[in-house]
């Protein structure tokens, strides 16, 4: 899989943090390897972290103090930056342009976000022009991104954890390794 | 496009109302007809028709008082009934038989579900076999279904609204209609 990193700004404390584990826990079940935090709430980072180490995986949460530093960082090492927002281009008309671009930043805004991102982002991408949720646009843009990149991100495996559920018609049916 | 009904069950009010307002936009913005709110949460429903009145399109919310009775009633009347469950059959195995299947209810459960509802369910799906979000899971089901049915999600038009947003490169462009 390509390497892709989500980075997450506009996170309030306490007020976002549900949402932001959302958005952290998509993010590793459809194969990105790392999230970024500009906010210093340790306790959502920790909290995917920790499902990381249960149910197996490379993906990794971590805060950073300075979301323009990150993608400063990221553009001087030759990386490209996606940034959501219902007020970009449609995806189904930029998707070709960004298949295959690697390494991928996607930025992932929460209600508010600074003027500043639109000029520095290499795409302003919308799934969709209607308001709905940031959830919602990073699982289908990399839904799609994986797809035409010939990958689906539902067969991820997910190696060295200590918890696996065996997929089955009805119930659950759950593997605890130790 | 199909008609898709959201069923959303094992909201708790206060603590639920951000995820299941993003539950309502992503089914409304993906192409859903309703969600039907199994929670007497009415602030929930009412900030989800605001936005379908302000954004345009025929989505509705509305509560129930008992998410077995619409079920029961669903079937009696020849619907079909999706759980999303990441305890289910992955999405890739099982999409082909739920295509073009119509009408289709989609249980979309919080934390903690009710353990009938994975009998009541004529399919179980798996979004992938990971924990992360039922907002991200609503969002791919919906995405492949009508994308295998031909229908671009994300080119949907919401007749009637107020506001429009008008796709761009850099920045916001927003119609206001009066």
Avoid: C
């Avoid at 306490?14 to 306790?43: C, E, F, P, W």
């Avoid at 559920?165 to 119930?171: F, L």
């Amino acid at each position: 899989m390509m390497k892709i990193v989500i980075l997450r700004i506009g996170h309030r404390p306490q007020r976002d943090q549900r949402v932001t584990t959302h958005v952290g826990l998509t993010a590793r079940a459809l194969g990105a390897s790392t999230m970024l935090l500009a906010s210093n709430d340790k306790g959502v980072v920790q909290s995917i972290n920790e499902v990381s180490r249960q149910w197996g995986g490379n993906f990794i949460a971590r805060t950073v103090t300075s979301w323009k530093q990150e993608i400063h960082d990221w553009k001087d090492k030759g990386g490209k930056v996606v940034h959501l927002t219902m007020y970009g281009r449609n995806l189904p008309d930029v998707i070709d342009e960004i298949s295959g671009i690697e390494p991928l930043m996607i930025v992932v805004g929460a209600e508010k976000v600074p003027p500043g991102i639109y000029q520095m982002a290499d795409w302003n991408v919308a799934v969709g022009s209607q308001p709905h949720s940031e959830i919602a646009a990073l699982a289908v843009f990399l839904d799609r991104l994986h797809t035409l990149g010939n990958n689906d991100p539902l067969a991820l495996e997910f190696p060295g954890g200590n918890l696996k559920i065996i997929a089955s018609e009805r119930g659950k049916n759950m593997e605890e390794k130790y």
